[in-house]
């Protein structure tokens, strides 16, 4: 069709699109895509509700509350290695025992202090507190996982020598790098955990 006077261009019909072939091309390509980005978060995911598990075994009494902590652990862009299982869980797990402890949730984690520290031996070598500090986070976060063969030998003589000191700088480390919004509020639930209908403590009346 051809314009007149104020007409707006258009196309008579369609313009042709690509092939089939290339069309599923693109799809697949995509698709591959949004796999590979939302792989992390479907593992984390799956470790949380593994941890929440864990915990509420530990806590019978406390499983309503472990389980609405779900929202709560979503991993923080602190550091690389925080998609790595042990150390995703092992922070999962400290906030996990929190919450059912009833503390305070905002404070950084073992796990989130060693990523820091080690971040910041990217930049600059650990003096000795900070080194004896991030011995002692490892230690708590990762027992299973020792740094060396003879990882507590060190650690205890760092905590010999700079006790006091690592003591502030970890309640200093843990207050600087805490998660402002790590905090349950008021928990509304539909009485349904998993699609299950249950008897939860915070359910609407």
Do not use: K
């Amino acid at each position: 069709m051809t314009p007149t006077g104020n007409t707006p261009r258009c196309w008579t019909s369609p313009p042709p699109g690509p092939p089939p072939a290339v069309l599923r091309r693109d799809a697949e390509t995509m698709i591959a895509a949004l796999t590979t980005q939302t792989a992390p978060v479907v593992a984390a995911m799956g470790w949380a509700e593994d941890e929440i598990a864990a915990a509420s075994r530990r806590h019978p009494g406390q499983a309503d509350t472990l389980y609405h902590t779900f929202a709560l652990l979503q991993p923080r862009a602190i550091g690389a290695g925080m998609g790595t299982a042990f150390v995703y869980r092992a922070h999962a797990r400290e906030l996990l025992e929190r919450a059912a402890a009833g503390t305070d949730l905002r404070p950084a984690s073992a796990a989130e202090l060693c990523l820091a520290l080690a971040e910041t031996s990217l930049r600059a070598p650990l003096h000795g507190p900070a080194t004896g500090l991030y011995l002692r986070a490892w230690q708590a976060a990762f027992p299973d996982h020792p740094l060396t063969a003879g990882h507590t030998g060190p650690l205890a003589s760092y905590e010999q020598l700079y006790r006091p000191r690592i003591d502030e700088l970890e309640a200093d480390l843990r207050h600087r790098l805490r998660d402002p919004g790590r905090q349950a509020g008021d928990i509304d639930c539909a009485g349904r955990h998993h699609g299950h209908r249950v008897a939860c403590r915070y359910a609407r009346h």
